[in-house]
């Protein structure tokens, strides 16, 4: 009879220890799973959107865009006001008054005086340094410096949406890989339920399967979650009052660039909303000096009136008046150097800035065309990952099948395979980003003809 060593013990309690916490650590996924309604893990409805008709309802209504609309009229009214320096001004005053003069009425009833006047009177700038041809080019630029503004707001939004968009596609991809896995899982757990029953499998092959199958579970609902909490950044986005989401057939398919880098840097300088913007601002800033340098030129001024006056109405004392004037001022505080001086610290600021933005442009476009060709080149190699890593699965279970492996190999060619397709998710996710970081760069699409 053999004697049972202490050792021996030890080592058969750990092993029924193991045996016992794995099956509890899957009876206990199991029921967490069970206590989950059938519907909660399911996303609820949501409005399909294809990208271009997300981008249309941003555009229609998303609050900055509204902002900068408002900014082009603000310009455009200056414009029209800047116009109506080069026409005449027209004035009329009319008067009325009741008072004491210091002689009695003839009606006895008091000492009265009651006069009524009226007047219409023009006056016209001959000349005033040029200041309002001045202010009508800095109006002109102001409008093109806001429609340039609104340009660059409009591309950022539509940054923002394709952002959104993808990230829920993302969101939904995943969700569909948890799904992929699930099943696998599910099928490796019938798998070794077979083999249990033939003897080719352990027990604890089949609680550690379970466990899988539990966690991939649990995975798989907090995909659900995030792709549900996507849409409603979509929905954010967009400016919807109804929850939206991607639709159907949207992909994150990557379609390869057609241009190349210097291709890109000189599209950039004729098309890019910020090189438009910078521009246009710098052209009102020197229009604002030439309108500060007037200042310095003498004025001449034409007016003309016609009034009617008299103690009776209506009035029928007539009078008219014509006059020439001109000034100029010798000194007045030093406002005038002040008012250049500022004129010409907003050029150099505004110069700054657009030197600025050549150069983040040129920056930015580099590390943007940089992620692309990155992010292109890792989608091909995802691809490969998970092709190669399907057939090492395949190959895993059927070395399982065989008992050349154990269901720790089985295992972790499963890990592999899902962080394949993640990874292969995640690639396609950043090439997206990047092409719509180009495309708001550029200010033009990438991918229409």
Do not use: C
């Amino acid at each position: 009879m053999e004697r049972t060593t202490g050792s021996d013990q030890r080592h058969a309690t750990r092993r029924l220890f193991g045996r016992n916490f794995i099956r509890a650590l899957a009876l206990t996924a199991a029921a967490v799973f069970a206590a989950i309604p059938a519907g909660l893990a399911a996303q609820d409805s949501f409005r399909p959107l294809t990208l271009d008709e997300a981008i249309e309802m941003a555009l229609r209504r998303n609050p900055n865009l509204d902002q900068a609309r408002t900014n082009i009229e603000s310009a455009e009214h200056s414009r029209l006001s800047a116009w109506g320096g080069f026409l005449p001004s027209l004035s009329l005053s009319y008067g009325y008054s009741n008072s004491s003069t210091g002689r009695l009425d003839p009606t006895g009833q008091g000492i009265v005086s009651t006069s009524y006047s009226a007047q219409i009177g023009a006056n016209y700038s001959l000349f005033d340094g040029m200041r309002r041809f001045s202010n009508l080019k800095e109006a002109r630029l102001g409008v093109v410096e806001q429609n340039a503004r609104y340009r660059q707001s409009e591309f950022e939004t539509i940054r923002f949406v394709k952002q959104a968009y993808f990230n829920a596609v993302a969101a939904r991809d995943l969700v569909a890989v948890e799904e992929g896995r699930v099943q696998r899982l599910e099928d490796q757990l019938n798998f070794v339920e077979q083999q249990l029953q033939l003897g080719r499998a352990t027990r604890s092959d089949l609680l550690r399967s379970q466990v899988d199958l539990n966690n991939a579970r649990l995975t798989l609902l907090n995909a659900e979650n995030s792709a549900r909490t996507t849409t409603f950044r979509l929905t954010e986005v967009v400016g919807s009052d109804q929850r939206v989401g991607p639709a159907e057939e949207a992909t994150l398919e990557a379609t390869p660039l057609s241009y190349g880098r210097e291709q890109l840097m000189d599209m950039a300088g004729v098309s890019a909303p910020s090189l438009a913007t910078a521009k246009a601002a710098l052209d009102a800033a020197e229009a604002g000096v030439s309108g500060a340098r007037s200042s310095y030129f003498p004025s001449l001024n034409f007016s003309a009136g016609y009034a009617w006056r008299n103690e009776e109405f209506p009035p029928s004392n007539r009078s008219w008046s014509l006059s020439l004037s001109g000034s100029y001022p010798l000194f007045n505080g030093f406002q005038r150097e002040t008012q250049l001086y500022q004129a010409r610290v907003r050029e150099d600021l505004a110069r700054a800035s657009e030197r600025a933005a050549q150069l983040a442009l040129s920056a930015d476009l580099d590390e943007a065309y940089s992620t692309a060709q990155s992010a292109l080149a890792g989608i091909d190699l995802a691809e490969q990952s998970v092709e190669l890593s399907q057939e090492s699965l395949r190959v895993e279970q059927e070395r399982y099948r065989l008992g050349l492996s154990t269901i720790l190999d089985l295992q972790l060619a499963q890990i592999t395979l899902s962080q394949a397709e993640v990874d292969l998710v995640s690639r396609r996710f950043d090439y997206q980003l990047a092409l719509a970081q180009l495309e708001s760069l550029l200010g033009q699409s990438l991918t229409q003809p």
